[in-house]
């Protein structure tokens, strides 16, 4: 049987608009999947239903589709997203009268029982994590466009596989290879170069996105359309394969893929093969995204020139105290930023930056009163008082909260094109999650001269978010910068060259096959990218952070 060829065209809200279309006229695929779906994004939406009960889908994908809905009928392109968010009925309501408004007789179907929003009284949403099986019902009941709400990004991918392979839910193997080529295109373009640590080894201006071939039994390769932009190679994927994962198991609610059993392969040029995948049967609860909204922030940003950064630093501070004191906000956090420099030759570069980020329940006590305070010191505070932009209004702000239920407590339904509404069985077979086996790790490094030296010059990173906490996957490139990190980079050494984990839970997996460890920090992200509780909210740029400091390695490895 030949490959199932499945595309990415979107790894985001807000991704390439023109990114349908290049799928589309690129080269040949059978199916196209859009994620839209992230933990902030949830809350965007539902911030958009409050406002208008029939939005809460991703308004950028019908404006894409408009004009690629012919082109993908002409090709037989089938197209999968989760495009639907909090309202895939209405979502696929709308494409249905976009095809008859445009006379292409293609049929959509969607899916629906991830809703829980009724049963956490306070929340904005409150979604369930669902598995393919629903978009895989919908397909083989002919529809050419499936629409789902929250799904696992992965699903985007098992769902269509699972349809056109015929494979059963115990099927447990190719399932987790079908969930590992999902997890690897979910993010677009970042498996084909993007926010890659070693992007200057290919031309990544404008990254082509990735497919995947996959086959019967669960393989699959990693590729690209030919002619497009970026580089898909070990390393590429490697990356997205650490990119928000923990340890060797990785959960779903169709299958518990076993990252540590994966293996990969170059098999030419921009293609990767991923064998080996085992898979585990999925844990007996479904994770549910809970959001709502944690208060109101505010943010004012302090420019400090010249002399006297650190003074001029503590006498913003005392003022702005002393004027918030009245009313002092629950949460009040300064950051001052040296980005400055002596004797430097522009303004902006002899400039430290001072943040001040309040946060409270009561929108008056961090609106106009911070922002009062703040304009008042404008001739009455430290030389050369500015700031990067006026104060503004308090704007509210989400927190993104786990909870878990079993997979009977959802009503997971594939409604089809004609109405008929086809109930999902949840799985037969469920495994309570644990961690993976501890892999046996190579023979270190024998004794060597060493060099002081920025760890990413032998060592990939990627990071990201969950939630509250932060995950910084680490690979090495050869087996030799394997068998040094793998004993150097251990927990404490990790605590050592990130700070702010110090007091923090952090837990290491290795990834043997991979060359490579994961770190999951506990906590770094406070309630989660929403809340905004740090300036990297999303930990994007922990890895980079990491590679950048400055370790003892061996000189065989330089």
């Known amino acids: 049987m030949n490959p199932l060829r499945i595309g990415n065209f979107s790894g985001f809200y807000g991704d390439r608009a023109s990114a349908l279309r290049e799928m589309l006229t690129g080269g040949e695929l059978d199916v196209l999947t859009g994620d839209y779906l992230a933990e902030l994004t949830m809350l965007i939406l539902a911030r958009d239903r409050l406002k208008d009960p029939d939005a809460g889908f ?99 991918v098992t769902g269509p596989a699972a349809a056109h392979f015929g494979w059963r839910p115990e099927e447990h193997d190719r399932l987790a290879g079908a969930v590992v080529a999902g997890h690897v295109l979910e993010c677009g373009t970042q498996a084909t170069g993007g926010n890659y640590s070693f992007f200057q080894e290919g031309d990544v201006r404008r990254p082509g996105f990735p497919l995947a071939e996959i086959h019967a039994d669960g393989t699959s390769v990693i590729t690209k359309h030919p002619g497009t932009g970026g580089l898909v190679d070990v390393g590429t994927v490697t990356a997205q394969l650490l990119y928000e994962t923990g340890g060797g198991r990785y959960a779903g609610p169709d299958v518990t893929a076993r990252l540590d059993t994966v293996r990969l ?62 009313s002092p906000p629950a949460d009040v956090r300064w950051e001052l930023v040296r980005t400055d420099r002596g004797d430097a030759d522009t303004e902006e570069t002899a400039s430290a930056l001072l943040r001040l980020v309040v946060r409270d329940a009561d929108e008056r006590v961090v609106g106009r009163a911070l922002g009062g305070a703040a304009v008042e010191l404008a001739l009455a505070s430290y030389p050369g008082f500015h700031v990067l932009s006026p104060p503004e209004k308090a704007s509210p702000y989400g927190v993104f909260e786990d909870a878990y239920v079993p997979h009977g407590a959802v009503d997971h339904m594939a409604v089809l094109h004609d109405g008929r509404r086809v109930p999902v069985a949840p799985p037969r077979e469920t495994r309570p999650l644990d961690g993976a086996p501890e892999p046996d790790l190579p023979e270190p490094l024998p004794p060597g001269p060493t060099r002081r030296a920025p760890l990413g010059l032998v060592v990939g990173a990627r990071s990201g978010d969950k939630g509250g906490n932060a995950n910084v996957g680490v690979w090495a490139r050869s087996d030799e910068a394997w068998r040094w990190l793998a ?39 406070g309630a989660g990218v929403a809340a905004r509780h740090r300036f990297d909210p999303q930990a994007k740029a922990l890895g980079e952070w990491l590679r950048s400091r400055h370790l003892d390695i061996p000189e065989a490895l330089l």
């Open 58 to 156: 991703a308004r950028t994908f019908p404006r894409q589709l408009e004009n690629c809905l012919g082109l993908a009928h002409e090709r037989g392109v089938k197209i999968v997203t989760n495009a639907g968010g909090l309202n895939p009925a209405g979502l696929a309501r709308l494409i249905r009268e976009l095809a008859d408004r445009t006379g292409i007789p293609v049929t959509v179907a969607h899916v629906e029982g991830d809703d829980l929003t009724a049963a956490y009284p306070g929340t904005l949403a409150a979604h369930a994590y669902l598995g393919g099986l629903g978009i895989a019902e919908c397909l083989r009941a002919g529809a050419d466009i499936v629409v789902t709400g929250r799904v696992t990004d992965a699903a985007l």
């Open 265 to 326: 392969s170059q098999d030419g040029a921009d293609r990767v093969r991923i064998e080996g995948v085992r898979g585990e049967a999925p844990p007996p609860d479904l994770k549910v995204g809970l959001n709502r909204l944690g208060g109101f922030r505010n943010e004012v940003v302090f420019v400090l020139t010249g002399l006297d950064i650190e003074a001029k630093a503590a006498l913003v501070r005392e003022q702005l105290g002393d004027a918030l004191a009245k």
């Open 487 to 525: 004993h150097e980079l251990t927990v404490e050494r990790f605590r050592q060259l990130i700070p702010e984990s110090r007091d923090l839970p952090v837990t290491r997996h290795p990834l043997a096959n991979l060359r490579a460890v994961n770190f999951v920090v506990e906590g770094i992200l």
